[in-house]
């Protein structure tokens, strides 16, 4: 069974930095696609950043430039590093990964998410 675990949240005063950790099991081969979303309450999830199976990224336009996304796959792990956090920043952040096919599928950059955490609760206040 595929597991995606986040760790890293918190609470950070604008301007300062977390970085969020996602701890994945449960698949035979790597998957294709690695990444985070965000969501507010009230809002749709929102992809943050992606990374793929040749380490090719993407991000948001948002957020281009101050987080960058990793991946180790010999570990497992992915990342999402987060400098100059701001308020609307905030957010519950979620791992995510496309790994076979089925189920409800998100799209973001060229991939088709599947399979999602619990997520991470970031706060970023002023």
């Known amino acids: 069974q595929v597991q995606l675990v986040e760790s890293g949240g918190g609470s950070v005063q604008a301007g300062g930095s977390l970085r969020l950790s996602c701890a994945a099991s449960g698949y035979t081969y790597s998957p294709y696609c690695m990444g985070w979303f965000r969501q507010t309450p009230g809002k749709e999830r929102e992809g943050v950043a992606a990374i793929d199976s040749d380490h090719t990224t993407s991000y948001a336009e948002s957020v281009k430039g101050r987080f960058t996304i990793s991946r180790d796959n010999a570990k497992n792990m992915l990342y999402l590093e987060m400098n100059n956090l701001k308020p609307e920043d905030s957010a519950m952040y979620y791992c995510?990964?496309?790994?076979?096919?089925?189920?409800?599928?998100?799209?973001?950059?060229?991939?088709?998410?599947?399979?999602w955490g619990q997520g991470a609760q970031v706060t970023v206040y002023s």
């Open positions: 995510s990964a496309e790994i076979g096919s089925g189920g409800p599928v998100v799209n973001f950059y060229r991939c088709f998410f599947n399979y």
